[in-house]
């Protein structure tokens, strides 16, 4: 599996994943977005020192996304993950995560912390068995914190 930098070449295939239907209603904002909308928030994601976008790859096939965003004030950044659709359910979700947190950590020394829908079992799984543990929620979302190595 390859972790790389996302790029501007990446930016239609970003767009059909998180208009994906089953990724619009687990993400923070299930409002599908317009090309215009996506490409704003894609290019200036690119160039946002606080923000980190990762592709997969695996057998020559993209994966999913990897995003992080760091908080300053903090010194944490948040993580979420959206796959590629076709790529569900093939067990790469995990190595995916993991291989990104990986390369994030390697230049950044924050903490990490999730916030998933209570419906998303998927991933919740995923971050549960990554060593993130529940810290908190609300009526619709598990806030979640990574155990330090």
Not at 89 to 103: A, D, P, T
Request: proline share 1%; glycine share 4%; net charge positive.
């Amino acid at each position: 599996m390859i972790i790389k930098d996302a790029e501007i070449i990446d930016s239609i295939d970003l767009f059909e994943w998180r208009n994906d239907q089953l990724s619009c209603c687990m993400s923070k904002n299930n409002k599908k977005l317009t090309i215009k909308e996506h490409e704003i928030w894609f290019q200036g994601s690119l160039k946002n020192p606080l923000r980190k976008l990762y592709v997969g790859i695996d057998s020559n096939e993209k994966i999913g996304i990897c995003r992080f965003d760091y908080d300053e004030l903090d010194n944490c950044s948040e993580i979420s993950i959206n796959l590629n659709p076709k790529m569900r359910g093939k067990n790469l979700s995990y190595e995916f995560l993991n291989n990104s947190i990986k390369k994030y950590v390697a230049n950044n020394s924050c903490k990490l912390k999730a916030t998933i829908k209570k419906e998303n079992k998927a991933s919740l799984k995923i971050f549960e068995k990554s060593g993130f543990l529940y810290f908190a929620e609300d009526s619709n979302f598990f806030y979640l914190r990574k155990i330090q190595d």
